[in-house]
């Protein structure tokens, strides 16, 4: 199956197309500055594996998370997230390889489309209790002026920035969940590359 038709596949099973999926890595200030760099991406993570290992009325879901304890998981994913929207290459200095190949890292995982859904669903609820992307609580992170005052115009622009920033995350995370799914269906188990393995095989 060409890369093309994956993505078809993707766009179908998401609602997301490809192109709308990558706005999320190149918005501009980055994901990464958006979110407060390294911590903020820490908590992203966080708030997200607090959801699915507390979510004990899913155990189908919270045991495809088995082989992984919350403080591996987090420190996983945040590594990749810093990687993926803007930051240093974190994921590939903890020894991960050159390419994050997430449909490989995931092909060993019983993963269908309704635990995409689920995945998504958490993801969704961190993004709303992040709190660089409250808008009523605490409206201006990066929106103040010199004076440490907050203009009106200042703060319709942070109010839409948040917007942006929560509506490319969506789009990123579901049209990435269900593709993994779909090309997880395709993999040959020579392309399949673990958690803890370099994969040294093709860019999927
Ligand atoms: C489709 C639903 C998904 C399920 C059920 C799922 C499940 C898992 C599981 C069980 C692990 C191993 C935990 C660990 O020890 O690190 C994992 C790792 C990971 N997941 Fe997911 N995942 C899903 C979607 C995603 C998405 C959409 C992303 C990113 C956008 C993602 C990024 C990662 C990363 C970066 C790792 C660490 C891989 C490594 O160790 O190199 N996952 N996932």
Redesign the pocket.
């Known amino acids: 199956m060409s890369k093309q038709e994956l993505q078809r596949r993707a766009f179908e099973a998401s609602g997301v197309s490809y192109e709308e999926s990558l706005k999320a890595t190149k918005l501009i200030p980055s994901l990464y500055e958006r979110l407060g760099r390294e911590s903020g991406m820490e908590e992203l993570s966080t708030l997200f594996y607090d959801r699915v290992f507390d979510d004990t009325e899913n155990d189908w879901?919270l045991s495809?998370?088995a082989?992984?304890t919350k403080a591996?998981?987090i420190d996983?994913?945040y590594r990749?997230f810093v990687q993926t929207f803007g930051g240093p290459d974190l994921?590939r200095q903890k020894g991960?390889g050159k390419y994050?190949r997430?449909a490989g890292?995931?092909a060993n995982?019983p993963?269908s489309h309704e635990?995409?859904d689920l995945?998504v669903k958490h993801m969704e609820d961190a993004i709303n209790e992040h709190k660089y992307l409250e808008t009523t609580s605490n409206p201006c992170k990066y929106g103040q002026n010199q004076n440490n005052s907050v203009s009106e115009q200042h703060y319709n622009n942070n109010i839409d920035m948040i917007e942006e920033t929560k509506e490319a995350m969506r789009a990123?995370?579901r049209y990435?969940?269900?593709y993994?799914?779909v090309a997880s269906e395709y993999m040959r188990d020579d392309q399949l590359s673990g958690?803890?393995k370099i994969d040294e095989g093709r860019v999927w």
Request: aromatic share 26%; proline share 0%; net charge positive.
């Open positions: 879901f495809i998370f082989s992984s591996e998981a996983n994913q990749f994921y991960k994050t997430l890292r995931h995982y993963i635990a995409a995945w990123y995370f990435t969940a269900h993994i799914v958690g803890t």
